[in-house]
């Protein structure tokens, strides 16, 4: 069972001012916000000092199932922006390790994965890819 559903915005360098917008609209407060300086991970490999200060990952909840995510999308990463419109995806929390693995398996069949099904620093388990009919994806299990 997915416990959760969220949106994953990409931006092309104005996240930041995006959920600040978002902020106002939902009448919400972020939850955590963090930049690709930030991280120590990050900061060795980027060689752009600019993309430091744009922003990894943000966390709006904006009702008690859903938030809004979102992170600036840098070419440094190897990851391509997606057009302005279709920049989004839908991102699940499973609320176990076999259900995140089954859905992995299961949604990415045919698709495109890019990142695959493994453990990150910010999460236990985390996966990215695009399903047989091109629709972005990310699952994201936490133990805690």
């Known amino acids: 069972m997915v416990s959760k ?39 060795s490999e980027l060689k752009n000092k600019e993309n430091l200060g744009k922003i990894l990952h943000c966390y709006l909840p904006i009702s008690d199932k859903t938030s809004l995510m979102g ?13 302005k419109g279709n920049n989004m995806a839908i991102t699940l929390v499973p609320d176990s390790e076999k259900e995140t693995e089954r859905i992995f398996v299961e949604l990415s069949a045919g698709g495109k994965v890019l990142m695959p099904l493994e453990k990150t620093f910010w999460n236990s388990l985390y996966a990215m890819f695009t399903d047989k009919f091109g629709i972005y994806w990310m699952v994201d299990f936490s133990y805690n």
């Open 5 to 43: 559903v969220n949106i994953y915005l990409n931006f092309s360098g104005d996240c930041k001012e995006a959920f600040s917008f978002y902020e106002k609209v939902f009448r919400s407060k972020i939850a955590y916000q963090t930049t690709y300086g930030d991280q120590d991970e990050m900061k």
């Open 71 to 83: 992170s600036d999308i840098i070419d440094e990463t190897g990851e391509p922006f997606i057009i």
